[in-house]
């Protein structure tokens, strides 16, 4: 059984468009979040919630919407896309015991 | 200045070498030290996990906290071929404060 998924696994898209991307955990986690790679592997907090509730928003245009149906679910959508929005998103989770965090297996988005 | 430095490799090594990647960090008040392996097309997974100074062992793979130098490393003995993978060093002050990732170290082990 997958502990976090995401879909899509790959999005090819054209500038401008509207697209979402959907995350789930399965561990009874608390706290979701959601990170963007860029092509030199940087990985980037883009948002974090906990309990549907968002904690963290950093710099990221306000064309980036999260939403968080129920704890378990986290999902980005993304309007007007840019081709700078082209990267992988990688959806994680972190439980209340502990400090770490497990990693879907990432959306690669492409914009053209 | 980067909250987290990390030498971005590649680097190279033969199989059965001991492989040391590092990381520096500036702000001491971080107490949670992570590293995690990416392989190519795959999302980060957790390998190491350290509270505060001092080792922790696992297996083949040994991470070190020098919280007064604020440096880490991760050292991975008797490397393997599967070994090869992007290591990225995290660093997290605790609560709901954000995990800081380092830019990753690409590690090739040659057979």
């Known amino acids: 059984d997958t502990a976090v998924s995401q879909t899509p696994k790959y999005l090819v898209t054209q500038m401008g468009n509207d697209k979402s991307i959907k995350c789930e955990q399965n561990?009874?986690?608390?706290?979701m979040y959601w990170y963007k790679q860029d092509s030199k592997k940087f990985l980037k907090i883009m948002f974090s919630?906990?309990?549907?509730?968002?904690?963290i928003n950093e710099t990221v245009p306000n064309r980036f919407s999260p939403k968080s149906p129920d704890k378990a679910h986290l999902n980005l959508h993304i309007n007007s896309l840019e081709l700078g929005d082209s990267a992988v998103y990688f959806c994680a989770s972190r439980g209340l015991a502990g400090d770490t965090q497990y990693f879907g297996p990432g959306t690669r988005l492409t914009v053209l | 200045q980067k909250e987290v430095e990390q030498d971005p490799g590649p680097l190279s090594v033969p199989e059965g070498a001991i492989v040391s990647l590092n990381c520096t960090y500036s702000n001491s008040a971080f107490q949670y030290f992570m590293w995690y392996r990416q392989y190519s097309r795959k999302g980060p997974e957790l390998l190491m996990y350290?509270?505060?100074?001092g080792n922790k062992e696992d297996g083949r793979f040994t991470a070190q906290v020098d919280k007064s130098s604020k440096y880490i490393s991760l050292f991975i003995r008797d490397s393997q071929p599967s070994d090869s993978a992007t290591y990225l060093c995290a660093i997290h002050s605790g609560g709901y404060q954000k995990v800081t990732f380092g830019t990753g170290t690409k590690l090739q082990v040659i057979p």
């Open positions: 561990l009874g986690h608390d706290t």
């Open positions: 919630y906990n309990n549907k509730e968002l904690i």
């Open positions: 350290t509270y505060s100074s």
